[in-house]
């Protein structure tokens, strides 16, 4: 095999498009951008996500909110080979490894691995350590422990954690028993006021002045008329 045989694979490159060339090449007239409109002007910009108006589709989708907050952490590794440089007895915390120039930072990610091999015993202390690196560091005659590092909840954990809890609450409350009431415990209930009772007693009578009504009969000031005819009536002598 030669340069000469070297050639892209069939598919990856294409002939350039030429437009207006005419309508015979079929790319003329309007050069493949349609007719009239924006898509035909010349400096032609679309945003992203931009569909021509209407609703784009990250407005369209639902907003979809608490979900679980992923923590991350830039681990920082060092194999424990690199160790070996390191004075016998000698305590190696994440401080004492930048300030000797072995790593640049720690960031309370430190990872001491398990490749290399150690000669000198060593009081390591990190944030992870592997099991094969555990076993090189106390097989040298050293010893191992983990740093703690308390890790902050984040708003979101926060409020899903809340949200949790109160439906849990809510939950337990319903299915708890209903206490029963008993007659003893609830006692008499009071009895109903009388409607008849409460108006006071109307006064019998016509309603005459005397009784402080209205005078009964027709109209105030009216004669009393003959039987059978209306007050204020005048009765024809025959």
Do not use: Y
Not at 196 to 210: R, T, V
């Amino acid at each position: 095999m030669e340069l000469t045989d070297l050639k892209p694979n069939r598919g990856a490159r294409r002939k350039l498009r030429r437009v207006g060339r005419g309508r015979a090449s079929g790319h003329g007239k309007t050069s493949t951008r349609g007719h009239n409109g924006q898509g035909q002007r010349s400096g032609e910009a679309k945003r992203f996500g931009f569909e021509g108006g209407q609703t784009p589709l990250f407005r369209r989708l639902p907003k979809i909110h608490n979900f679980d907050q992923v923590i991350t952490r830039d681990w920082v590794e060092l194999n424990v080979g690199a160790l070996s440089v390191l004075a016998a007895g000698s305590e190696v915390t994440p401080d004492s490894l930048v300030e000797s120039g072995l790593v640049r930072r720690h960031n309370d990610s430190l990872r001491i691995l398990g490749n290399g091999d150690l000669k000198v015993a060593l009081k390591v202390t990190a944030h992870h350590i592997s099991a094969g690196a555990k076993a090189k560091i106390e097989a040298a005659g050293g010893t191992v422990s983990l740093v703690e590092v308390k890790v902050t909840e984040g708003k979101r954990a926060k409020r899903l954690r809340q949200a949790v809890q109160r439906r849990a609450d809510a939950e337990v409350k319903r299915l708890a028993p209903k206490p029963v009431k008993t007659e003893d415990e609830g006692g008499e209930k009071p009895k109903k006021k009388d409607k008849a009772g409460d108006k006071p007693p109307q006064s019998s009578g016509g309603g005459g002045k005397a009784s402080g009504g209205k005078p009964s009969g027709g109209k105030p000031g009216a004669k009393p008329g003959a039987k059978g005819g209306k007050p204020g009536d005048k009765t024809k002598k025959k």
